[in-house]
């Protein structure tokens, strides 16, 4: 047996009830950019759907386009990577809503709305502080005087005010709501009639209510995978584990069929445990193709060992073999090689 990446439907959907209670009246959208850490964008956007989620932020187009074609005409998706404009023709095309952080984008995304004769809902991202994709406060009107324009023509509908927080400190945080208020009353004043706000990833989502907007999001936290020396939630676990089988006893170490290869990082090695049948053991070296584990009683061929998981019989989480190594747990999951299997375990019950 491969290894494999095991996949908790049901505990993505107990993650968003979860983000869902604790955030409501604020609507969620789940976040699958890097293929949803690694876990696979077309497993957690239908999940997510399955459990009446129906905002998806994808990141680039070209996953939206895919989840269109699998998912529908029902979801939202949402993809604020700047894009070529056949893209953005092709995401026109499939209702997909555009972040859009610059006047140059937003430029060639009115004109590829209207070179089809249609019209394409719109995000504007205000740069908050970030410096990074956003329109900066000095064009901020501009930029809403020129998408007001374009929604009375019939290109374009303004659809929402959105931007991103460092969530470096409290006070910065702080700061950049300060500058989305006033970006928001700004367009507001100047006639726009927002659908949304939205400003907050995982961390501020769930710790700051006071800086959420109308949606939120979120991606780690509902993967499970908690702030890197952050705390514990209670009531989110995570969604996926790592396994992999015992291919060789010897004496007091066990050998299993996992490495450095298939993305583990062999700075691990000596710093963690594992989950085996028998509980908690030491994770002794990662070579390239395998692993040294410390044995115990009745250690079989085939057992299987839980590199990562939700915590049980001493298995470590995401989050807590990437801070031993100085990292975060998104980076655990997007590292594992492509080619590992990956399979959900349990079915979704479809309560859309
Ligand atoms: C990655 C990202 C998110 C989600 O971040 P998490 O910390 O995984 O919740 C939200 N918004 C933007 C713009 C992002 O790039």
Redesign the pocket.
């Given at each position: 047996m491969p290894p494999s990446i095991v996949l908790r439907s049901s505990q993505l959907v107990a993650n968003l009830d979860a983000l869902r209670a604790h955030t409501s009246p604020a609507e969620p959208m789940l976040?699958v950019?890097d293929d949803a850490?690694g876990l696979g964008a077309q497993w957690a956007a239908e999940t997510a759907m399955h459990a009446g989620v129906s905002w998806i932020?994808t990141?680039d187009v070209g996953t939206a386009l895919a989840l269109r074609e699998t998912l529908g005409t029902v979801p939202r998706l949402f993809a604020?990577a700047t894009s070529a404009d056949d893209e953005v023709a092709q995401a026109i095309r499939a209702d997909i809503d555009l972040g859009v952080g610059s006047m140059d984008y937003l430029e060639r995304v009115i004109a590829a709305a209207e070179r089809l004769g249609r019209s394409v809902r719109v995000h504007l991202k205000v740069d908050t502080g970030l410096h990074r994709n956003g329109i900066a406060p000095a064009e901020w009107a501009e930029a809403v005087r020129r998408t007001l324009g374009a929604e009375r023509v019939g290109s374009v509908r303004l659809v929402g005010v959105w931007s991103?927080l460092a969530e470096a400190s409290d006070a910065e945080d702080d700061a950049a709501q300060a500058l989305f208020h006033i970006a928001v009353r700004e367009a507001e004043e100047l006639g726009a009639r927002l659908e949304h706000t939205h400003l907050t990833?995982?961390?501020a989502?769930w710790e700051r209510p006071e800086l959420r907007g109308s949606l939120v999001?979120?991606?780690?936290?509902?993967y499970g995978?908690r702030s890197a020396d952050g705390p514990e939630i209670a009531e989110l676990a995570p969604v996926a584990s790592l396994t992999a089988p015992v291919v060789a006893i010897d004496g007091d170490e066990v050998t299993v069929g996992i490495g450095s290869l298939d993305g583990l990082p062999s700075s691990l090695s000596g710093r963690v445990t594992v989950g085996t049948p028998a509980g908690a053991r030491a994770l002794l070296s990662i070579g390239l193709t395998s692993t040294r584990i410390a044995s115990w009683t009745g250690a079989a061929i085939g057992d299987e060992v839980v590199l990562f998981g939700p915590g049980r019989v001493g298995e470590s989480s995401p989050t807590t073999l990437a801070e031993t190594i100085g990292t975060v747990g998104?980076e655990i999951l997007t590292r594992l090689a492509p080619g590992i299997q990956r399979r959900a375990t349990d079915e979704i019950v479809d309560r859309a």
């Open positions: 976040v950019k850490y932020g990141y604020w991103h990833a995982s961390a989502t999001r979120v991606g780690a936290f509902c995978v998104e």
